[in-house]
């Protein structure tokens, strides 16, 4: 089949303001749109910018707001988004993310709000020698934000963060915060109370549940932030 790629374009030493530019590509219906972006690299227009590196919904580079819905443009199908013969499939950039060129855009700020929530493990008993023992109920409370890629499709669904606190730490750094807050071995809330009990930590979110629609590793997003709100909670009650 054929489809047409609507590309938002922005090279910074020619353009002034972003562009859309279409190319026609031959593809299969069982492609991905990460495939259909390679073709236009190779054969069309080697200036093209995006990211990828795994392929396969690892690494999370190669997020893109695609037909409006953030995605991996490798986990995309061509046939997902391009019914019939002809389809037009848009393609822009990652939104809340200042973008550098093409459909890259700037994770900095991004990867500060991670860096923030402190995203690594906080021994509750640093001393003790030997294994630190978990049962396997305790590893599964933490299972499902384990998945997380860093891929911001989470943080550039957020309504919060586009239209009304873009200082809102967002979603992905939440769920990070998750993965070692509800780790039975990690000192837990106490060390990261500063970032998330912040009016820019966890209390901006709203449950509009885009950020769990768009997940690429089906993470519960605002299951977990709603979690980390009641976990503050219950902290600062018994601190009391
Ligand atoms: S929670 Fe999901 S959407 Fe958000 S950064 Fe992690 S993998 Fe991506
Ligand atoms: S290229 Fe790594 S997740 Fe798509």
């Known amino acids: 089949m054929n489809i047409t790629l609507k590309i938002k374009r922005y090279q910074p030493e020619e353009d002034r303001e972003s562009r859309f530019q279409d190319f026609k590509v ?65 393609i822009e950039p990652l939104r809340s993310l200042p973008v550098q060129r093409d459909l890259m855009v700037d994770y900095t700020h991004f990867f500060e709000t991670y860096r923030i929530v402190k995203p690594f493990l906080i021994p509750v008993q640093k001393t003790k020698r030997g294994e630190n023992i978990q049962t396997p109920e305790q590893r599964k409370k933490f299972d499902d934000p384990t998945k997380c890629i860093l891929c911001a499709s989470c943080y550039a669904a957020c309504p919060v963060v586009a239209e009304k606190d873009p200082e809102f730490i967002g979603p992905a750094a939440v769920v990070q915060a998750a993965r070692f807050v509800f780790d039975s071995r990690d000192e837990g809330i106490g060390p990261r109370l500063e970032v998330l009990d912040d009016p820019h ?18 993470i519960k997003v605002t299951k977990n932030i709603n979690l980390v709100k009641r976990t503050i909670k219950d902290f600062k009650e018994q601190s009391d």
Do not use: Y
């Open 26 to 90: 031959p593809i299969e219906p069982t492609d991905r749109l990460l495939d259909a972006l390679m073709f236009v690299k190779r054969n069309l227009d080697g200036t093209l910018c995006f990211r990828k590196s795994c392929a396969h919904g690892v690494c999370g580079s190669d997020a893109m707001t695609i037909n409006g819905v953030e995605r991996l443009a490798c986990k995309t199908l061509v046939q997902d988004v391009a019914e019939k013969e002809d389809a037009v499939v848009t």
């Open 201 to 218: 930590g966890v209390w901006p979110c709203e449950n509009h549940f885009n950020c769990t629609r768009v997940c690429p590793r089906g």
